[in-house]
């Protein structure tokens, strides 16, 4: 099975900040990479997809990159609707594998 | 409007048996791959297992966790999707989420969840 890790697994931070998640896949998968945000008591809804490709409807402040392995989400300007926690999510291969989760909490 | 139900959670003792339902509204569901998903309390996100569309073969795929023990199936006359549960264990309690599996987008579209308890 393929291991997904994720760093931080928490992090602070202030409207208006740069955020940056990073996810590594225990072996390549390619651009096979999803990424998920859910706040408490909610589904999960998905924000990108192939590594790089927003979900209809995300806002562009969301943006991810990454190849391979090595995976990152960004928030160029984090606003209060974004706390929440982010997965990532590699469909490579099954099983499918989740990242343990960021929270993204206020500073 | 897309849209995912998830329906049939509840109380169940250690070794019983549920059926969870999905019912699916506003795209093809015939054409969907299809995952069931799961989160414990307190916990991460956790796939299931998956079905394939029936044009596709139909076959499912299973975590090891509920290998043997779950069983996913749909009834595309319907649109919906569900997974019966048999054998249950205290570590089954969760909110499970039936969500499309696509090769492109991946889990695209998620239902809203449905808990289950495990507890005697």
């Known amino acids: 099975d393929i291991q997904m890790t994720q760093s931080p697994s928490s992090l602070s931070a202030s409207v208006g900040d740069r955020v940056t998640i990073t996810c590594r896949a225990s072996?390549?998968?390619?651009?096979?990479l999803a990424w998920y945000q859910q706040k408490p008591e909610k589904a999960p809804k998905s924000l990108i997809y192939?590594?790089?490709s927003l979900q209809s409807g995300v806002p562009s402040r969301f943006s991810g990159s990454g190849s391979g392995t090595d995976f990152t989400l960004t928030i160029s300007s984090l606003q209060p609707e974004d706390f929440a926690t982010y997965y990532c999510?590699?469909?490579?291969?099954?099983?499918?594998?989740f990242g343990p989760g960021t929270k993204v909490d206020i500073k | 409007e897309v849209q995912l139900v998830e329906s049939g959670g509840g109380l169940v003792k250690p070794g019983g048996s549920l059926r969870l339902s999905c019912a699916a509204s506003?795209?093809?569901?015939?054409?969907?791959?299809m995952s069931w998903v799961r989160q414990a309390p307190g916990k991460g996100l956790e796939w299931v297992g998956r079905?394939?569309?029936?044009?596709?073969?139909?076959?499912?795929d299973y975590a090891a966790p509920v290998k043997g023990r779950f069983t996913i199936s749909r009834d595309d006359s319907k649109n919906t999707l569900y997974l019966q549960m048999n054998s249950l264990k205290t570590e089954d309690t969760a909110v499970y989420y039936c969500?499309?599996?696509?090769?492109?987008?991946?889990?695209?579209?998620w239902g809203q969840g449905t808990m289950v308890t495990v507890s005697s």
């Open positions: 079905i394939k569309s029936k044009t596709d073969g139909g076959t499912t």
């Open positions: 999510q590699q469909y490579n291969s099954y099983p499918r594998t």
């Open positions: 506003g795209f093809t569901f015939s054409n969907a791959w």
């Open positions: 072996q390549g998968i390619s651009s096979w």
């Open positions: 192939a590594a790089s």
């Open positions: 969500t499309t599996d696509l090769e492109i987008r991946a889990f695209d579209i």
